[in-house]
């Protein structure tokens, strides 16, 4: 089994900082792309930023310049430096992982995270 921690949510003024983390820890055989998605109250689960094993990354244009997605593969860990934050960023942001493990390490297979709140205030 594949476990996804993240850590680092929590309440902030707006223009303030953040950072999240999102350790993977298990049966791992290698890692594709880590990603980090978010959810509002009432909205649907959206990307915020991708990250490729060796690729670009991707962002969603509401954190361009703002937010900035990293991985340390040795660490099987995707970090998410969110900076100038703003009410609307508050959500649950969840951390995704393509995952292959010892078992079927031919197969990828999608494992999430269990959630940090990020609550910013105006």
């Known amino acids: 089994q594949v476990q996804l921690v993240e850590s680092g949510g929590g309440l902030v003024q707006a223009g303030g900082s953040l950072r999240l983390s999102c350790a993977a820890s298990?049966?791992?055989?290698?890692?594709?792309?880590m990603n980090w998605y978010h959810q509002a109250p009432g909205k649907q689960r959206e990307m915020v930023a991708t990250?490729?094993?060796?690729?670009?990354?991707v962002y969603a244009d509401s954190v361009k310049g703002r937010f900035t997605i990293s991985r340390d593969n040795a660490k099987n860990t995707v970090y998410l430096q969110m900076n100038s934050l703003k009410p609307e960023d508050t959500a649950v942001y969840y951390c995704n992982a393509q995952v292959s493990t010892t078992r079927t390490p031919w197969s990828y297979d999608d494992y999430w995270g269990q959630g940090t709140q990020v609550t910013v205030s105006s």
């Open positions: 990250m490729p094993k060796g690729g670009s990354t």
């Open positions: 298990g049966s791992i055989f290698s890692i594709n792309a």
